[in-house]
């Protein structure tokens, strides 16, 4: 005589030990899903920080070589805004937009802003520490350091002409200045901005 009531048992536990691994296999593929979910958002909110909280803060800008009623050198101040990462001068891109010409310039490590022949008009930009931070360090624009940026014109700037001056780092914010040369250009050094 065979026992009902055990054959039933049997079955039931055999169907609660299926819905317990099946639970168990769900439950691990939920935690490995939200674990990989957690670093995509960690490395977002990281890159979403840096993109947002690096600025670069515009100090002066001035023009040179104006004794013939023209601006052919920029030389550009700059520093980092409160709580910006560092920059890498040659992951920075500048812009210089006239009338009716633009030019875009790359870093030069080998250009000089005291010996502006060493760069290229129109195509590389030069820089020198002014002020260097307590975490300096060669190549980049770290929080303290403050830098002169020089570049040659793609063309001579003539009197009462704008300028626009975009600095774009690979990760960070862009600064535009939109400055224009005064209408009466007597000096060598003509100050721009501020």
Known sequence: MVDKNAEMGMGT???????????AIAASVLISTTGALRGKALTTGKATTQE????ISTVQL?????????????????????GSDAIKFSD???RMQLSNTTADY?????????????????????????IT?????????????VIQVCMIAPREIREGEKI????????????ILEVSVPDQVTDKRVSLFP
């Open 13 to 23: 536990l055999i169907i609660f030990i299926a819905m317990i691994l099946v639970a």
């Open 52 to 55: 947002v909280g690096t600025v």
């Open 62 to 82: 001035y023009g040179e070589d104006g004794s013939n009623q023209t601006v052919d050198h920029l030389y550009l101040s700059v520093k980092l805004g409160a």
């Open 92 to 94: 920075t891109l500048i």
């Open 106 to 130: 790359l870093y030069s490590a080998s250009g000089s802003c005291t010996d502006t022949s060493t760069l290229a008009a129109g195509g590389d930009f030069g820089v020198k520490y002014q």
């Open 133 to 145: 931070g307590t975490n300096n360090k060669s190549g980049y624009l770290v929080r303290g350091d």
């Open 164 to 175: 626009r001056v975009s600095i774009t780092p690979m990760a960070g914010s862009p600064t």
